[in-house]
């Protein structure tokens, strides 16, 4: 890994690539520091020293890097583009007009591109107008002073417009990075975003634990990084052979390729669908009062908000188990696959074309998704299971969704990388 990124600094145009994302990179975490119009930074300061990050706004505060608490410029992160991303996705099985744009190729991925930057910025109105809400009204933080030097409605919507945009730059950060630069440029900001958080939460199971506990948990993320490396570049590779074909004079086909099935065809998704389901009751807990005598409510606030009760790991688990089914069966359509395979001739060997290779893909996804969703849900425990064994931050560095995005990117961009390494310095046979 470091000697490709030492290849690539010696090769120009890659290395002007390298550096434009670092400037890129630079300028957003700035942005992610630098406090929006009309906040009291010294009272923020002194609420973050006082509570921990463990509420209901841990998982949006870690993709905006710590910048949401912090009422930053960039405050919202890349969230807002996650949300609506994966409504697209989700919504393009449902609605036939998405379904066909997606079938158009480019200018129909074009397109639904553009309807997520516009549902983007929608959420991050939404978002920055709840999160301004709940910093003016002191509920953000919990903390009895005022997070803003004004409470009146000019102060107000300065605050929301700000986020708003700063969400659009980062919208745009991202496409910078994917068209000038290397990797995929929401990937890398996001993880970016996570990386931010990772060292202080480190250290701060140095700080409550003592070096021993630090250099086991050091030891234990060692190994769950080669577990992470491990199952994700596991695959399953179904072999498909094409039958030679005539189309005018010339003959196609007679190659033989595969279709790879990862173990974690899900990837990150489901963890977050879970997290962000759990969040909800906790939410509401937190908005309903201390003295609430609801039944529900009492039952939510003893085993669904802190997370380290079993009853919320088995809830958190399970529900990651079936949306990772859930996202595998509607981003993966054994039905069109085969459909593809039969127009162009292809098949798979020893499995007739049509309805059987259609129910035989379906028998292989099913069976190569359970390790994956086991694999995400004792991915997404470790945090919970450290809190409650060792009292760490829940924010525990080696586990959940920040384990993941940080090694899943990490593989990607180092791949990439190595691909255009390759494509210029390629020597074949003769020399």
Known sequence: MLGAFANA????????????????????????????????????????????????????NMFSGGALLQLTVFALGIMPYITASIILQLLVVVIPRLETLKKDGQAGQAKITQYTRYLTLGLAV????????????????????????????????????????????????????????????????????????????????RVTQGWVTFVIVLVIGLAIVL??????QAQRRIPVQYARRMVGRKMFGGSSTYIPLKVNQAGIIPVIFASSLLYLPA??????????????????????????????MALYFAMIIFFTYFYVSITFSPEEVSDNMKKYGG????????????????????????????????????????????????????????ILIMVGVALDTVKQIESQLQQRNYEGFLK
């Open 347 to 402: 098949f798979i060997p020893g499995i007739r074309a049509g309805k059987p290779t259609q129910d035989y893909l379906s028998y292989v996804l099913s069976r190569i998704t359970f390790p994956g969703s086991l694999y995400l849900g004792l991915i997404a425990l470790i945090p919970l299971v450290a809190f409650a064994a060792i009292g760490a931050n829940q924010n525990f560095p080696f586990g959940g969704t920040s």
């Open 227 to 232: 577990g992470v490396i491990f199952i994700e």
């Open 126 to 205: 939404l978002q920055g107008t709840g999160i301004v809400a709940l910093a003016r009204s002191g509920d953000l933080l919990q903390c009895n002073l005022p997070l803003l030097h004004s409470q009146g409605t000019a102060t107000f919507l300065m605050l929301v417009i700000t986020m708003t945009a700063g969400t659009a730059v980062i919208m745009w950060f991202g496409e910078l990075i994917t068209d000038r630069g290397v990797g995929n440029g929401m990937s890398i900001l996001i993880f970016c975003q996570v990386v931010a958080t990772f060292p202080s939460s480190l250290w701060q199971v």
């Open 283 to 312: 939410m509401a807990v937190s908005f309903s009062g201390e003295n609430s005598n609801n039944p529900v409510m009492e039952f939510v606030r003893l085993y669904l908000v802190g997370g380290d009760h079993p009853i919320y």
């Open 9 to 60: 600094f010696r090769t120009p145009d890659l290395r002007r690539k390298l550096l434009f994302v670092l400037m890129i990179i630079a300028i957003f975490r700035f942005g992610s520091q630098l406090p929006a119009p009309g906040v009291d930074v010294a009272n923020v300061q002194s609420c973050l020293d006082s509570q921990s990050d463990d509420g209901v706004y841990a998982l949006i």
